[in-house]
């Protein structure tokens, strides 16, 4: 929801193929009980495309995260903004103007390491951060990526440069992060750090 309009995602998988739909609503109209003419967009995606999240952006973009890529729609019109392939291990759309996907690179016979790709949104640049192993876990907040290695935390920011890194003698079960704090979560207790 951006104030104006509000995005609602619909997956219908009652059938032996998945269907997914974004609904557009004008707040304003769906108020006044014109349910005819409030929803302003629909856009239904091909045929067992599993829509996940969906997020507006600052400058009124929709950004739609489907089970093999990530989409934008903008002034009526949907694009493809990336297709994910056969390396991609996570994504995520939380972030401000950005998008994040982690790529597995094979380095070798039995080691493997992480390319963290940010994209913007807009431009369509992307920015790489590496990461010397596979990851856990991607949590994203804002203006913050956390990579969850295991046992270490690597903090980056939107222009892909390292924030903080958090090494723990034990293994993380999960990050939660807020404007300048993060939550490094155990199986027992949560630890808070600022960055």
């Known amino acids: 929801m951006n104030g104006k309009y509000l995005a609602i995602a619909e997956v219908n998988i009652n059938g032996a193929i998945a269907e997914s739909s974004v609904k557009i609503i004008e707040i304003e109209k769906a108020s006044t009980g014109d349910t005819t003419n409030s929803v302003v967009y629909k856009y239904s995606a091909d045929t067992n495309k599993i829509i996940t999240d969906i997020k507006y952006q600052e400058k009124g973009q ?15 019109e949907e694009k493809t903004l990336i297709e994910f392939n056969n390396s991609t291990q996570f994504s995520d759309i939380d972030l401000r103007l950005h998008v994040v996907r982690a790529e597995e690179v094979s380095s070798g016979l039995f080691s493997s390491k992480t390319n963290v790709v940010l994209t913007n949104i807009s431009t369509k640049t992307e920015t ?20 969850n290695l295991g046992t270490e935390v ?34 027992d207790r949560i630890k808070i750090i600022t960055f």
């Open 128 to 147: 790489n951060y590496e990461v010397g192993s596979l990851i856990k876990k991607l949590v994203c907040y804002e203006q913050i990526t956390a990579i």
């Open 154 to 187: 690597h903090f980056i920011n939107l222009n892909g440069w390292l924030e903080k890194r958090y090494i723990s003698a034990h293994e993380i079960k999960d990050v939660v992060i807020g404007t300048s704090i993060a939550g490094i979560v155990y199986r």
């Open 62 to 76: 929709l950004v739609c995260i489907y089970n093999d890529s990530i989409h934008i729609i903008e002034n009526d």
